[in-house]
C-alpha cells in the first residue's frame, strides 16, 4: 500500500484549492517551511493558552479561551452557518491585505506538538477557498477548524465545529454579529 507523507497532504491541498477555485497561487499559498516554524510561534505566543497542562494550546484556543492577557481583548464569540459566515469577511476585516489563514490538522497537545497548515491569502480568494472546503469537507479532510489572523498580529478570528467564531483582538468590525 503506497501511503501519501502528511508532509505531501499539504501541497496537494494548495494545488486542489487554487486549481479548483481558479485563483493564483500568489494570492493563495502555504508559507514557506522556513517562515512556518516562526508565523506559528508568534501566533501561539500570543494567543494560545499555555497555562494548562492539558487542552492548552491554539488547538482548544476557540473552544477553551484564548491566552489570559488576549481575553481582556475577546470582541465575542458568535453562533454562524457555517456555510456562509465567511461572506462577511470583507466588512469584518478592515482592508485587502493578505491574512494568515491556519487550519488545524489535529493533535491537541501543546507539548507534543499541534498540526496547523499556515496559508497566506487576500479576502476574496480566502472566501472561494472556505466556499469550496465546505462543499468538500475540506477536500475530504473532515469538518476543520481554522483561524484567520492579522499578518501584523493585531486580530485573530477562529472558527471551530460548532459554528462559533470567536474574535479578539482590534480593528474587527463586527456590527453585522452584534445585531443577530
Known amino acids: 500500500m503506497n501511503k501519501k507523507k502528511p508532509a505531501n497532504d499539504i ?6 484549492v487554487v486549481t479548483k477555485c481558479g485563483i493564483l497561487k500568489e494570492r493563495f499559498h ?17 494567543y ?8 492548552n ?14 481575553m481582556k481583548n475577546l470582541l465575542g ?13 470583507p466588512q469584518i476585516i ?3 491585505k493578505m491574512v494568515y489563514f491556519l487550519i488545524d490538522k489535529g493533535n ?4 507534543n506538538g499541534e498540526v496547523f497548515w499556515i496559508f497566506e491569502s487576500y479576502i476574496p480568494e480566502l472566501i472561494k477557498t472556505l466556499d469550496l472546503l465546505n462543499q468538500t469537507a475540506f477536500l475530504d479532510h473532515g469538518w476543520l477548524d481554522y483561524y484567520i489572523i492579522s499578518k501584523k498580529f493585531q486580530w485573530l478570528i477562529g472558527f471551530n465545529h460548532h459554528n462559533i467564531i470567536s474574535c479578539i483582538g482590534e ?4 456590527n453585522g454579529f452584534k445585531n443577530q
Not at 108 to 111: I, K, Y
Open 77 to 89: 464569540c458568535y453562533s454562524v452557518n457555517y456555510k456562509t459566515w465567511f461572506y462577511s469577511l
Open 57 to 70: 494550546g491554539l488547538h482548544w484556543a476557540n473552544t477553551n479561551g484564548y491566552s489570559p492577557q488576549c
Open 30 to 46: 502555504k508559507v514557506s517551511g522556513n517562515q512556518w516554524e516562526k508565523i506559528y510561534q508568534k501566533i501561539t505566543d500570543k
Open 171 to 174: 480593528n474587527l468590525n463586527l
Open 108 to 111: 491537541c497537545s501543546w507539548h
Open 11 to 16: 501541497f496537494r491541498f494548495e494545488h486542489e
Open 48 to 55: 494560545a493558552d499555555k497555562t494548562k497542562t492539558w487542552k
Open 94 to 96: 478592515p482592508d485587502d
